[in-house]
Antibody, heavy 120, light 110 residues
Framework: EVQLVESGGGLVQPGGSLRLSCAAS????????MSWVRQAPGKGLEWVAN????????YYVDSVKGRFTISRDNAKNSLYLQMNSLRDEDTAVYYC?????????????WGQGTLVTVSS | QAGLTQPPSVSKGLRQTATLTCTGN????????AAWLRQHQGHPPKLLSG???KRPSGISERFSASRSGNIASLTITGLQPEDEADYYC???????????FGGGTKLTVL
């Protein structure tokens, strides 16, 4: 079964840090571009960052540049998001998602999401 | 990074046809096309169509995507109660090196 399972979410104070993890199974993780996409409560989807299959390219939405770092470990079939200097507006469900057909497809694999709440 | 434009809501009757639109520009939708996702309340999104307008395996033929210039469309025929959901378009902007999403359209099946 194709599966993505996120973990690491929780409650953190403004200025704090969290590291999200995403464990992949049931497909060849190393062939997928992977992304983190978030959804604030009651709001739409927002792409956060992505990483190429071999980790050689990484891109971020402007609002997280310099604060968040995406990484992957293909040997462990895992994706990560290190989040530093967290702000109230980072509160959201964070989804791990992947593209099996880069350049022409879309996000065809999704995890269930992990909730990050930034609040004092 | 500007987003794509979708109408906030669309309402159609059971077994009718709904066409959802997604407006971008020449650097996003006009260049790459748009993928379509459906999200039911409390669940993760699900891909309905890729940027090449192809349906992933297992997606009903009732869903068809197309593009004309900078506007992408998703047509859903024979509306069913389970089609009531939020629909998002998305694409990669090669100039911004960023994925962009539409704000989503809430489809109500009457």
């Amino acid at each position: 079964e194709v599966q993505l399972v996120e973990s690491g979410g929780g409650l953190v104070q403004p200025g704090g840090s969290l590291r999200l993890s995403c464990a992949a199974s049931g497909f060849t993780f190393s062939t997928y571009w992977m992304s983190w996409v978030r959804q604030a409560p009651g709001k739409g989807l927002e792409w956060v960052a992505n990483i190429k299959q071999d980790g050689s390219e990484k891109y971020y939405v402007d609002s997280v540049k310099g604060r968040f770092t995406i990484s992957r470990d293909n040997a462990k079939n895992s994706l990560y998001l290190q989040m530093n200097s967290l702000r109230d507006e980072d509160t959201a469900v964070y989804y791990c998602t992947g593209e099996s057909v880069p350049f022409t497809g879309g996000f065809d694999i999704w995890g269930q999401g992990t909730l990050v709440t930034v609040s004092s | 990074q500007a987003g794509l434009t979708q109408p906030p809501s669309v309402s159609k009757g059971l077994r009718q046809t709904a066409t959802l639109t997604c407006t971008g520009n020449s650097k996003d939708v006009g260049d790459q096309g748009a993928a379509w996702l459906r999200q039911h309340q409390g669940h993760p999104p699900k891909l309905l169509s890729g940027r090449d307008n192809k349906r992933p395996s297992g997606i009903s033929e009732r869903f068809s995507a197309s593009r004309s210039g900078n506007i992408a469309s998703l047509t859903i025929t024979g509306l069913q109660p389970e089609d009531e959901a939020d629909y998002y378009c998305s694409t990669w902007d090669r100039s911004l090196k960023s994925w962009v999403f539409g704000g989503g359209t809430k489809l109500t099946v009457l």
